[in-house]
């Protein structure tokens, strides 16, 4: 109530129509004196459509980023060429660079092939023309050998715990970096070049061979030799135990021919 006026407001709900409404003054002190009751009616406005506008637009843009979302991406066609040629498996091998060392020797490095992590502890021996050496490698995968004389050509091999053996021919001094494979994994690179050769063409895939699933094969063909030899592979190359050169060579003693 300010200067004999009061703001009222009645919640009357939303549709248009005429509502009558009864207006009783309380005093709030007993020297206020209550006038009469007055009756009216009060005229309801239609609601605008426009009121639920900004929530249309929002649940429409929100409806818009979800689909935007869920869609799945145009289909490009991409030329045969164009396609990234399939990973060829890591091997065993020895690259050289014509790098300068000192002593006119040999420098480099041992390493995994399939991670390239260093390989400390590998024995890199140089034999051949009258001449033996032979360094170990540091916590690197590091080595270097200094240059000697011979009488003919020289052989590099090297060996590791883990690792299957590498021998090549000495190339000229310089940078060498020696990738070794895993036991393991040579023994299931050499089981899955045999498989290839030894399935027929009715069993030929694009996958590679395992050899759960040779041994079973050559089980219903009674070729127990290849079961055994599947059997020991599987084992080594996934199995716990850590396989050495011992271990490697008696599965490979089973290899069939």
Request: with cysteine; aromatic share 6%; proline share 11%.
């Given at each position: 109530?300010?200067?004999g006026?009061?703001?009222?407001?009645?919640?009357?709900?939303?549709?248009?129509?005429?509502?009558?409404?009864?207006?009783?003054?309380?005093?709030?002190?007993?020297?206020?004196?209550?006038?009469?009751?007055?009756?009216?009616?009060?005229?309801?406005?239609?609601?605008?459509?426009?009121r639920?506008?900004?929530?249309?637009?929002?649940?429409?843009?929100?409806?818009?980023?979800?689909?935007?979302?869920?869609?799945?991406p145009?289909?490009?066609?991409?030329?045969?060429?164009?396609?990234?040629?399939?990973?060829?498996?890591?091997r065993?091998?020895?690259?050289w660079?014509p790098e300068?060392?000192?002593?006119?020797?040999w420098?480099?490095?041992?390493?995994?092939?399939?991670?390239?992590?260093?390989?400390?502890?590998?024995?890199?021996?140089?034999?051949?023309?009258?001449?033996?050496?032979?360094?170990?490698?540091?916590?690197?995968?590091?080595?270097?050998?200094?240059?000697?004389?011979?009488d003919?050509?020289?052989?590099?091999?090297?060996?590791?715990?883990?690792?299957?053996?590498?021998?090549r021919?000495?190339?000229p001094?310089?940078?060498?970096?020696?990738?070794?494979?895993?036991?393991?994994r040579?023994?299931?690179?050499?089981?899955?070049?045999?498989?290839?050769r030894?399935?027929?063409?009715?069993?030929?895939?694009?996958?590679?061979?395992?050899?759960?699933?040779?041994?079973?094969?050559?089980?219903?063909?009674?070729?127990?030799d290849?079961?055994?030899?599947?059997?020991?592979?599987?084992?080594?190359?996934?199995?716990?135990?850590?396989?050495d050169?011992?271990?490697?060579?008696?599965?490979?003693?089973?290899?069939?021919?």
């Amino acid at each position: 109530m300010h200067a004999g006026r009061a703001d009222l407001r009645i919640a009357l709900g939303a549709g248009e129509r005429s509502v009558p409404v009864k207006l009783r003054y309380l005093p709030a002190a007993p020297w206020w004196l209550p006038g009469p009751e007055h009756e009216l009616t009060v005229q309801v406005a239609r609601a605008s459509a426009l009121r639920h506008l900004p929530w249309a637009v929002v649940l429409l843009a929100l409806g818009a980023w979800i689909l935007a979302g869920w869609r799945r991406p145009p289909r490009t066609e991409r030329a045969l060429e164009a396609r990234p040629t399939p990973r060829q498996p890591r091997r065993a091998s020895l690259h050289w660079a014509p790098e300068a060392f000192p002593s006119g020797g040999w420098s480099g490095a041992v390493i995994d092939a399939h991670d390239g992590t260093p390989i400390g502890g590998a024995r890199v021996c140089i034999s051949g023309g009258g001449t033996k050496r032979s360094v170990t490698t540091d916590a690197r995968g590091e080595f270097t050998i200094d240059a000697a004389p011979a009488d003919g050509p020289l052989t590099v091999s090297v060996h590791a715990p883990w690792h299957s053996e590498l021998e090549r021919a000495l190339p000229p001094p310089g940078r060498l970096t020696i990738a070794l494979v895993t036991r393991r994994r040579a023994l299931l690179a050499r089981f899955v070049d045999w498989a290839e050769r030894w399935r027929s063409a009715s069993e030929a895939s694009p996958r590679e061979p395992t050899p759960g699933e040779i041994a079973r094969a050559a089980s219903e063909r009674k070729h127990e030799d290849v079961v055994a030899w599947a059997n020991a592979v599987e084992a080594a190359a996934f199995g716990p135990d850590p396989v050495d050169r011992h271990r490697e060579a008696a599965v490979r003693a089973l290899e069939p021919p």
